[in-house]
């Protein structure tokens, strides 16, 4: 059997987390960074156990550097680092665009900026490739591979749901700021993740403690209207967490009512769901249960790596 090239990956820091996972295929990971660690050019910051094929190179001396595969994950990494940071030898390599989200602009008309027949785009939900127009610039859909704590399992004590949104107060309806506020208003709700605070929520819980954290919640709740399949919902599924959430985007593939928690576009009757769920623990253990097995079948690391792997053996063939 052929031993597969270990490959050389340039690439950025965007989605700590997606990283992260991206960075168990066995491969060595280039980040670019710039001084203070702005955004998008953070390297190895935060606190998640980075492997040691993840590595930093300063975008001043990325030219100057030998890659086998660039992986853009930004338009502004493709339209300002592909031309400022990359040598004329670098722009030329097998590229990769991974887009993490829907078009924003509209829904089902808005042109990829990645117009280049020679770069592969990969999608992380079906739903994503559908809506985005990326005209004869060729595709793939890999869909998310997450990891959880072995010992962390669904508990559920708490008669309350969990919200789990970066930044929501600020990114508003798109993100369903409007929904949370009137849903916490008639069900118990406490809503993590950075700057969760100015929303009324609880602030900001580390990614190695968010499992544990959530797991003593009696259900996952999912405000949000338009985004890609989070890795927050994944990662509960996988501890067995119920999900409440709204029938929009890529969610509606994943949650089966009754079988794994709870989906409409009536606000009201995610409601009414909520309510019965932190009355009766054993259903929502039940559909919990239902979640995780989704979760074990479809967003394994395993299946996950796996995609990777033969998508880069692709492209740099």
């Known amino acids: 059997m052929r031993t597969e090239r270990r490959l ?12 992260y996972y991206l960075t168990q295929t066995p491969h060595d990971f280039w980040l670019v960074t710039r001084p203070g660690n702005p955004p998008g050019h953070a390297g190895r910051t935060g606190v998640l156990p980075w492997g040691d094929n993840v590595h930093e190179v300063d975008a001043g001396e990325v030219c100057r550097c030998e890659f086998d595969v660039v992986l853009y994950q930004h338009r502004e990494h493709w339209e300002t680092d592909r031309l400022e940071v990359l040598s004329d030898a670098q722009r030329a390599l097998p590229r990769i665009y991974l887009e993490h989200d829907p078009p924003q602009l509209n829904p089902f008309r808005e042109r990829h900026w990645v117009d ?3 770069t592969l785009i990969v999608h992380v939900t079906p ?129 089966k009512n009754g079988e794994s928690g709870f989906i409409s ?19 929502a253990k039940r559909l919990g249960d239902g979640a995780r097995r989704v979760a074990l079948e479809r967003f394994s690391i395993g299946r996950f790596v796996d995609d990777w792997r033969r998508v880069l053996r692709e492209v740099t063939a």
């Open 8 to 19: 050389r990956v340039l690439t950025w820091h965007v989605h700590g987390n997606y990283l």
């Open 116 to 118: 280049d027949a020679g």
């Open 265 to 283: 576009t009536d606000v009201d009757s995610l409601v009414q769901a909520m309510r019965t769920l932190l009355r009766d623990p054993g259903e």
């Open 127 to 255: 739903f994503n490739r559908l809506m985005w127009d990326c005209g004869d610039t060729p595709t793939r859909v890999i869909e998310h591979g997450v990891v959880v704590p072995e010992d962390v399992r669904y508990t559920g004590e708490l008669e309350r749901g969990i919200v789990v949104i970066n930044n929501l107060a600020s990114r508003g309806r798109r993100l369903g700021a409007d929904i949370y506020q009137d849903v916490a208003a008639r069900v118990p709700l406490d809503l993590v993740g950075m700057d969760a605070e100015r929303a009324g929520g609880l602030g900001e819980v580390g990614n190695l403690d968010l499992a544990a954290f959530t797991a003593r919640y009696r259900l996952f709740f999912n405000p949000i209207r338009w985004t890609s399949l989070g890795l927050a919902i994944i990662e509960a599924m996988t501890i067995g967490l119920p999900i409440v959430g709204l029938a929009t985007t890529e969610l509606v593939t994943v949650i």
